[in-house]
């Protein structure tokens, strides 16, 4: 393996290329503990002492720093170490690590997300947010399942009629403005048939 070239990333640390792809980030102090040297070989043994030692119990301290602050899916945590750097295997070895200390749970994250979210947003809206934090579907669809009941429904209902009076709703208003309202009620996740309930259209 050789290293094709060694660039500064910031003022401390340094990316690192092994055969023209991008290996690894590292501080300027270990690059010299190390010997590293732009056109000159790594050996096998520094490669896996660099990627296991250093990077692999660097990445688990910093996923578990990550997740003393806030919670994150698997996915957010996983492209959150992506963007320090990491190689693949510290990042997969980081993520079993604080998954197997129950650190990191995207069942418990979606369920507390639509505990805290259910009062506010419509159900197709959470489940929406929940897809874009990465969380699998037949997690979600679970995890919803769990949560909502019938009586959600009503819920959802106030919070429409909510939207409705900050949008100066009225009954006797024009079917052209009452579109325009629908369009945005729909665009927040609610249902066709609670928004024509709500606006006394059914």
Same mark, same amino acid.
């Given at each position: 393996?050789?290293?094709?070239?060694?660039?500064?990333?910031?003022?401390?640390?340094?990316?690192?290329?092994?055969?023209?792809?991008?290996?690894?980030?590292?501080?300027?102090?270990?690059?010299?503990?190390?010997?590293?040297?732009?056109?000159?070989?790594?050996?096998?043994?520094?490669?896996?002492?660099?990627?296991?030692?250093?990077?692999?119990?660097?990445?688990?301290?910093?996923?578990?720093?990550?997740?003393?602050?806030?919670?994150?899916?698997?996915?957010?945590?996983?492209?959150?170490?992506?963007?320090?750097? *990491?190689?693949?295997?510290?990042?997969?070895?980081?993520? /079993?690590?604080?998954?197997? *200390?129950?650190?990191?749970?995207?069942?418990? *994250?979606?369920?507390?997300?639509?505990?805290?979210?259910?009062?506010?947003?419509?159900?197709?809206?959470?489940?929406? /947010?929940?897809?874009?934090?990465?969380?699998?579907?037949?997690?979600?669809?679970?995890?919803?399942?769990?949560?909502?009941?019938?009586?959600?429904?009503?819920?959802?209902?106030?919070?429409?009629?909510?939207?409705?009076?900050?949008?100066?709703?009225?009954?006797?208003?024009?079917?052209?403005?009452?579109?325009?309202?629908?369009?945005?009620?729909?665009?927040?996740?609610?249902?066709?048939?609670?928004?024509?309930?709500?606006?006394?259209?059914?």
């Amino acid at each position: 393996m050789i290293i094709t070239s060694i660039k500064e990333y910031d003022k401390k640390r340094s990316q690192i290329y092994i055969d023209g792809e991008k290996a690894f980030l590292l501080y300027k102090g270990e690059i010299r503990k190390y010997k590293l040297e732009q056109d000159k070989e790594i050996d096998q043994i520094t490669y896996d002492v660099i990627v296991r030692e250093v990077l692999g119990k660097r990445a688990i301290l910093r996923a578990m720093n990550l997740l003393q602050k806030r919670d994150y899916t698997e996915y957010k945590l996983r492209e959150k170490l992506g963007d320090g750097g *990491y190689p693949d295997s510290c990042i997969e070895d980081a993520i /079993d690590y604080v998954k197997s *200390y129950k650190y990191l749970d995207d069942r418990r *994250y979606a369920s507390d997300y639509a505990r805290y979210y259910k009062e506010s947003r419509s159900r197709k809206r959470i489940e929406q /947010d929940l897809i874009q934090k990465g969380i699998n579907r037949d997690l979600i669809a679970e995890v919803m399942e769990e949560e909502y009941d019938t009586e959600d429904e009503d819920i959802e209902l106030e919070q429409i009629r909510h939207l409705l009076i900050k949008k100066h709703y009225s009954p006797s208003m024009d079917y052209k403005d009452k579109q325009k309202i629908m369009a945005f009620l729909y665009r927040k996740g609610y249902s066709t048939e609670l928004i024509y309930k709500a606006m006394d259209m059914d």
